[in-house]
């Protein structure tokens, strides 16, 4: 078998090993290191019926990151999985009503990012070692209220690393900004910009690829890396839990063998629901991957025509983390259906930055079977939230809610009967206040006064991590200007 390597998506960097591309975060053309080959029907899930999270996270991290021992596996697959999560199961897939609801908010940021980014910190250092550097790594990244404080619990106070965080100040939800600027650890920065997610983005990426500022790292202290889902280390992670779904599914049902699931994933940078693929080539039958939006329904109309076109109004909806324009995880799904041309993505790519749209080929969109898109609006989100509630007592944050909408809607189109797991991204005491909203329920007052009231009227328990947080000292004040960002990373770098 051929040694696995990563490649640019663009196909003009050199290729490296999985250490390589984490260390890297992002490709030096602008491009996302994609494994190569790409594993594929490389396990059976059925095989690890009865495994517990880490050991199921051990067979596939193995698969993507042959550079990396097995012993080394293991010591960061318990040093982020056997303390840090308030359940041993790490990510326990539940029934309610007739939903089943995959939850990744169990850990220390209550944010699917979290399965992820506890673990990432550990790929990085040893990528470091791996690689014999011996400067201060920069880990730069983008949020759209998640990520962020995931990544800055991940890497807070970890030797040879900086971590700084760039968010729409007015684009979160109070929780979530409170949850990064509160962070702890002398060597993280958190800075809110006037803008959107999209340009946070755009800034970062901007940043990895200015040509003087590279040169003066290369001859500093300093490399950079990212903790977004562009980098490959934040990927392999997120593919695990997909498939210790479906062996949960198995379990639960009492059902053995090959049967299909299907999965809906509340989607916005798509790096999530690409992992979902991802893991679908592994081994796990999965039949439908569908790709929820919320009213920046830019993925949805993707994948019903083709066309990626983000030329239109900005949405600030009741899922932030999901109002995003420009998905770059996008890049890696159109380099697979291109039959890994890298002349198409540059062409693609470049439409994107250029126009802000693109068009695939119908040979392109012919091989986008495997997903559904769909969308729901403010109000289907609202709804979902309070039906499921009443109906069962469950409580859905609004993202979550998105992938019920666009699940009810899906079986009314396709009268699919499959059985499908729903990902639940988010605890709902971080949208407190579009929860009590949703279920008809009036509160005076700030985020905090919400998680109250909202614990009282539903008895569903308040994570400890929202208590102690309204408690917590604000360290972090700077807001800057989309173009002032690399102005910031060079003053905390000392580089001005």
Do not use: W
Not at 98 to 127: M, N, R, S
């Amino acid at each position: 078998m051929k040694t696995m390597e990563y490649i640019s998506t663009r196909g003009g960097a050199r290729p490296q090993d999985c250490a390589g591309a984490i260390l890297s975060g992002i490709a030096p053309d602008g491009g996302l290191f994609v494994p190569h080959p790409l594993p594929k029907n490389a396990m059976n899930p059925v095989d690890y019926l009865g495994k517990n999270y880490r050991k199921t996270a051990l067979a596939v991290m193995s698969l993507y990151m042959p550079d990396y021992t097995e012993a080394e596996l293991k010591q960061y697959i318990n040093a982020a999985y056997k303390h840090s999560f308030d359940t041993t199961l790490v990510a326990p897939l539940v029934k309610q009503g007739d939903y089943y609801f995959l939850e990744l908010f169990h850990g220390p940021t209550l944010a699917f990012k979290d399965l992820a980014l506890t673990i990432l910190p550990h790929f990085l250092k040893k990528a470091m070692e791996k690689k014999g550097i011996d400067k201060d790594v920069v880990v730069l990244t983008a949020t759209s209220g998640d990520t962020g404080k995931a990544a800055l619990e991940g890497f807070a106070d970890v030797e040879g690393t900086k971590i700084i965080v760039f968010f729409p100040e007015h684009g979160v939800s109070l929780i979530q900004k409170r949850q990064m600027v509160t962070q702890k650890g002398k060597n993280t920065y958190v800075l809110g910009i006037e803008g959107n997610f999209d340009d946070a983005q755009k800034g970062v990426k901007e940043i990895f690829t200015d040509v003087d500022l590279l040169n003066k790292m290369a001859s500093g202290k300093y490399v950079f890396s990212s903790a977004n889902s562009i980098n490959v280390g934040r990927l392999i992670p997120q593919i695990v839990y997909y498939v210790f779904a479906y062996m949960k599914l198995g379990e639960l049902e009492g059902t053995v063998g090959n049967e299909p699931v299907n999965f809906v994933v509340p989607t916005g940078n798509f790096g999530n629901i690409l992992a979902a693929y991802y893991a679908k080539n592994l081994g796990v039958p999965i039949k439908k991957l569908i790709c929820s939006s919320n009213e920046n329904r830019v993925l949805f109309d993707f994948f019903s025509t083709g066309v990626y076109d983000a030329n239109r109004d900005f949405v600030m909806t009741m899922s932030p983390s999901m109002d995003i324009l420009i998905s770059s995880n996008l890049e890696r799904l159109l380099y697979a259906i291109s039959g890994e041309n890298a002349e198409t993505m540059r062409q693609l790519m470049n439409s994107l930055a250029r126009k802000r749209k693109f068009e695939i080929s119908s040979d392109m969109k012919a091989k986008l079977t495997d997903f559904h898109g769909g969308f729901a609006t403010e109000g289907e989100t609202s709804s979902s939230i309070r039906r499921v509630f009443e109906s069962t007592g469950y409580l859905m944050d609004p993202h979550t809610a998105v992938g019920h909408a666009v699940y009810n809607k899906y079986v009314a189109e396709t009268g699919d009967s499959t059985k499908t797991v729903i990902v639940s991204t988010a605890s709902p005491y971080k949208f407190a206040a579009s929860v009590m909203k949703s279920l008809g329920l009036q509160c005076e007052g700030d985020d905090f006064q919400m998680v109250k009231e909202l614990n009282r009227v539903t008895g569903v328990n308040i994570p400890p991590q929202i208590e102690r947080l309204e408690e917590e000292t604000i360290r972090h004040t700077t807001v800057c200007r989309k173009e002032e960002m690399k102005h910031h990373v060079m003053e905390i770098l000392g580089m001005v």
